[in-house]
């Protein structure tokens, strides 16, 4: 009888260490005293709470606060630059890292191509190699206490698996497992469009949001959906997975095996295939046909957008397409779920206007007044390394009590 005793006794324990420290976070420089206030725990908890946070150096006292009628009381911070936390943004053909301080502050970044298709072994020694050089970056003086990931596709993050990234055609790559052996700290992975919305929850623009939608627009299209400052993840984890829902019903086949996805004709590389394929079909256009240099696979959906900059019709004809395409998707999204926010991401939408105005007429049009009543759709303000803030703000979760326990 005494082992669920002892575990129930360890679990609150460590829920009230995490309430401590998400009220230091939230409200420091803030008092003992206050934080007893706050959180309801009695005077010695907080103080025992505290003792600990200070021999770990996850907290320190920063300054002498006003006096309410006895001795002034010490105000206690959190200790952001002391740890570090490794992020890690893994595309279709780049793997992005990054560093930071508790406060997402970025130290050190780092950047690494992935050829395409690689093996298991060939995809994780990048990995590690991308870890490895951003340890080596901050020394041995800011220990790093979690690895995040925000891996491309379908993810297990119970079990911290890969299950199955289309673009690199892996299946089941035990991330979590094989990152803990080789570098003995915790590991977290989440699909990358939810490490976004993580990022964008803590950090971001759904700082003041209960419910918004990150959609990621780049080699693929997928959406990280929070409701009530929760990620939703679907019974299997897969939520949110709007490149995939039928826009087109004679639509090109997607490599799902679908015909007319939303991310076969919106993603970056879609955009740049419409442009080849109107070439190739007698239209002209001067800055486009000079970008491919007498191969029109080398067009990208890069040189597409500075053609569209320097006012080829033709590149912005296609961004509007698209832009209508997605608005179809999203109002789609909007009256199934009624967000207040819808957040931008990725390669495309950094196309800014050329995309993102026929994208709000599109659902301005279509969706119900109701529906969008309050609606604001904007671009990242974590530009483009809101999957890697997102994948640093899974470790902070874990370390962190959810906000609302701490009020």
Avoid at 88 to 98: L, N, R
């Amino acid at each position: 009888m005494t082992k669920p005793l002892i575990g129930s006794f360890q679990l609150m324990k460590s829920l009230n260490r995490s309430i401590v420290l998400t009220t230091i976070r939230s409200h420091g420089p803030i008092s003992r005293a206050e934080i007893a206030k706050r959180t309801a725990l009695t005077p010695p908890t907080v103080t025992n709470i505290v003792g600990e946070l200070m021999n770990e150096n996850f907290v320190v006292e920063s300054e002498i606060g006003a006096s309410s009628g006895g001795r002034k009381p010490i105000l206690l911070r959190l200790n952001a630059s002391f740890y570090s936390i490794i992020g890690i943004d893994v595309g279709v053909g780049t793997i992005k890292s990054i560093v930071t301080d508790l406060d997402a502050n970025v130290i050190h970044e780092c950047r690494r191509s992935l050829p395409p298709y690689p093996d298991a072994d060939t995809f994780m020694e990048q990995l590690n190699g991308s870890i490895a050089e951003l340890l080596e970056a901050v020394g041995p003086d800011r220990p790093v206490i979690g690895i995040g990931v925000g891996m491309h596709g379908l993810v297990n993050p119970e079990e911290g698996v890969s299950v199955f990234a289309p673009n690199l055609r892996l299946r089941n790559i035990p991330i979590r497992e094989s990152l803990e052996r080789e570098f003995g700290v915790p590991v977290y992975v989440e699909n990358d469009v939810v490490a976004m919305a993580l990022g964008e929850l803590w950090f971001g623009g759904g700082q003041d949001v209960d419910h918004f939608i990150c959609v990621n627009i780049g080699e693929g299209v997928g959406a990280g959906i929070v409701l009530n400052r929760q990620i939703f993840r679907g019974s299997s984890f897969a939520a949110g997975e709007i490149g995939h829902t039928t826009v087109d019903l004679n639509g090109p086949r997607c490599s799902c095996g679908n015909y007319g996805c939303l991310q076969t004709l919106v993603s970056g590389p879609a955009i740049a295939e419409a442009v080849q394929n109107e070439i190739a079909l007698g239209r002209r256009s001067e800055r486009l046909e000079s970008a491919a240099a007498g191969s029109l696979r080398t067009i990208t959906g890069e040189f597409v957008y500075k053609a569209a900059l320097e006012g080829d019709e033709l590149a912005r004809e296609v961004f509007r397409k698209a832009g209508r395409l997605l608005g179809i998707g999203l109002t789609n999204m909007i009256h199934t779920l009624n967000p207040q926010k819808v957040i931008l991401g990725g390669g495309v939408s950094a196309a800014g206007p050329f995309i993102t105005e026929p994208l709000e007429e599109t659902v301005k049009a279509r969706a119900l007044e109701s529906s969008i009543r309050h609606l604001t759709i904007e671009t990242s303000r974590l530009g483009n390394r809101a999957t890697a803030i997102g994948a640093v703000t899974i470790v902070l979760e874990r370390l962190f009590a959810p906000a609302q326990l701490a009020e």
